[in-house]
């Protein structure tokens, strides 16, 4: 994949309809090392990755609460946080050295499902729009690689090298490739990438 | 495809009801592109060092993003207008 995906390469930038601006504010520091930022399906609910943990509010950001994960670290470090993009109480999070957790109940309970994933350091996590339960991860280990699931998380496998560059998100977008499936885009370091999710 | 200063991106994010509506987060701010990512606009009033964006699953035009520090700031339009949440 690394040498099929085409780079979205830079061109100059317009300026965004500036219309009447409002001053950004800079809020209290509550947050360190963001990596993740996403609603569940039913927008009742914005959940935040940071190397700290994840989080959630309910007040569209105005109010925190930490989510209690049950892996070993007490503040496992969150690379991705993946909603179900139909049923608000399915979220996927990618960590750092724990793989990947899944809730089924809204952040009561979590369990882990990396049968299959070739490493712990998970660097990004997209769901299908078109297929809830079909997932890619990208991993970090030895070697970069890109991992599926067509079931939930209960089993994954190694299906592509993954993009050049460090992965820092990953999401499956709903653009037909003309070749049956749709795209997978990954934020790297070298630039925004893609390539058809038909590995 | 064009659009995007080269540097890393930190964070994707794409309009649920419109997948060619796309944003990312970068050092140098948050872009929008309506088009798949072949071209891509900078969000002029938004902030810079972005890590994360987010589309409401529910109101499109709404957008959130979350800067490296921690500060969470919302678009109700698109991403024309930026403001901090308190």
Not at chain 1, 24 to 35: K, N, S, T, W, Y
Not at chain 1, 130 to 157: E, I, P, S
Not at chain 2, 27 to 51: E, L, M
Not at chain 2, 56 to 68: F, I, L, Q, R, S
Request: charged share 20%.
């Amino acid at each position: 994949m690394t040498r099929r995906l085409t780079i979205i390469a830079a061109v100059a930038v317009a300026a965004y309809s500036p219309a009447t601006a409002e001053e950004v504010h800079q809020g209290p520091a509550a947050f360190e090392h963001v990596h993740a930022l996403a609603f569940d399906a039913a927008a009742r609910s914005l959940w935040l990755g940071a190397h700290a943990g994840v989080f959630r509010s309910e007040d569209g950001g105005r109010t925190w609460t930490k989510v209690t994960l049950p892996v070993k670290h007490d503040a496992p470090d969150i690379m991705g946080v993946t909603p179900d993009p139909r049923d608000a109480g399915v979220v996927y999070v990618a960590t750092h050295e724990a793989g990947v957790l899944k809730t089924t109940d809204g952040g009561r309970s979590w369990s882990e499902v990396n049968s299959g994933l070739g490493g712990h350091d998970v660097h990004g996590l997209a769901v299908d729009p078109n297929a809830a339960t079909k997932l890619h991860a990208l991993v970090r280990d030895k070697n970069q690689a890109v991992y599926r699931t067509t079931n939930g998380g209960q089993k994954w496998v190694r299906v592509d090298d993954g993009p050049g560059g460090e992965t820092k998100v990953l999401a499956s977008v709903n653009l037909a490739t003309g070749m049956g499936g749709i795209y997978l885009y990954a934020g790297t370091a070298d630039g925004l990438q893609r390539n058809p999710d038909c590995f | 495809m064009g659009g995007l200063p080269t540097s890393t991106v930190n964070g994707f994010a794409v309009d649920p009801s419109n997948a060619k509506v796309m944003y990312v987060a970068m050092r140098d701010g948050i872009f929008r592109s309506d088009n798949g990512g072949w071209t891509w606009t900078a969000a002029a009033n938004g902030p810079k060092n972005v890590a994360a964006v987010a589309v409401n699953a529910k109101k499109p035009n709404e957008v959130y993003a979350v800067t490296m520090d921690g500060v969470i700031v919302r678009s109700p339009d698109g991403g024309a207008q930026w403001a901090a949440m308190r």
